[in-house]
């Protein structure tokens, strides 16, 4: 009986710190990092390849930086939540790591006649997928 009663209270201290094991990883996270290719084709027609890496925002810079570029009225009864045409340029640039683009950078590839809009969603796309990444939650066949 005595060694049923150990093996609970053993038990329950091992939940209680793996719990507190968990809050203290989750305490000291870091801003998620992503580093994916680009295939530019250069000026004599060579495809190549160009790697850069994007790190998340913080959720507060996110919504503050949504809330810098709102919709236009057109946009906005489209649906949209923002002006992609201001907000992907920062986005990008918020995100650069390597290489570090600046706001002027980023607008500038935005606006360039070379890019074409799939291959600049690629950039945007990168960028919000890695701020609007969430944990993974499983579904079953019900939802």
Same mark, same amino acid.
């Given at each position: ?11 329950? /201290? ?13 305490? +000291?996270? @870091?801003?998620?990092?992503? %580093? !994916? ?26 919504? /503050? ?13 489209? +649906?949209? @939540?923002?002006?992609?045409? %201001? !907000? ?5 640039a918020a995100?650069?790591?390597d290489p ?37 939650i499983p ?5």
């Amino acid at each position: 009986m005595a060694s049923d009663v150990e093996a609970v209270s053993a038990r329950q /201290k091992q939940s209680k710190a793996d719990k507190l094991s968990t809050l203290d990883l989750m305490k +000291g996270k @870091s801003r998620a990092k992503h %580093t !994916f290719s680009l295939f530019i084709t250069n000026g004599t027609g060579e495809q190549q390849e160009a790697k850069i890496t994007f790190q998340a925002l913080g959720s507060r810079d996110y919504d /503050k930086l949504v809330s810098k570029h709102p919709p236009k009225s057109e946009q906005r009864l489209e +649906g949209a @939540s923002f002006d992609i045409d %201001t !907000f992907a340029p920062a986005l990008i640039a918020a995100c650069s790591v390597d290489p570090e683009m600046s706001h002027e950078d980023a607008q500038e590839i935005w606006e360039s006649e070379s890019w074409s809009r799939g291959d600049l969603m690629v950039l945007f796309r990168n960028a919000v997928e890695l701020n609007n990444r969430g944990l993974d939650i499983p579904f079953n066949e019900n939802g």
